[in-house]
């Protein structure tokens, strides 16, 4: 990624760095835990569309089990 590259960090110290930005932000509703949001970043990079896929599957069925009366 080219923030990753111009900052010189690993992956492991990019992850550490999003995850505490991410951490000190609220959202009423969250879709995505934090280390999902880091996860698809990298996936997404990576083109990974088959975990991609998993990912966004499980979060919707955790959304619709938390609030069942919101269409998804």
């Known amino acids: 990624m080219q923030c ?3 900052l010189n960090l690993t992956d492991e110290e990019l992850k ?3 995850l ?3 951490n000190q932000l ?3 509703l969250q879709l995505f835990t934090p280390e999902e949001c ?3 970043v990298f996936m997404e990079s990576r083109e990974d569309t ?3 896929t998993k990912v966004y599957a499980k979060a919707r069925q955790r959304f619709k089990q938390k609030y069942p ?3 998804c």
Do not use: F, G
């Open 38 to 40: 880091i996860d698809i």
């Open 26 to 28: 609220s959202a009423p």
């Open 69 to 71: 009366n919101i269409k």
């Open 4 to 6: 990753q590259k111009e």
């Open 50 to 52: 088959e975990t991609l």
């Open 20 to 22: 505490d930005r991410m």
């Open 16 to 18: 550490t760095t999003m």
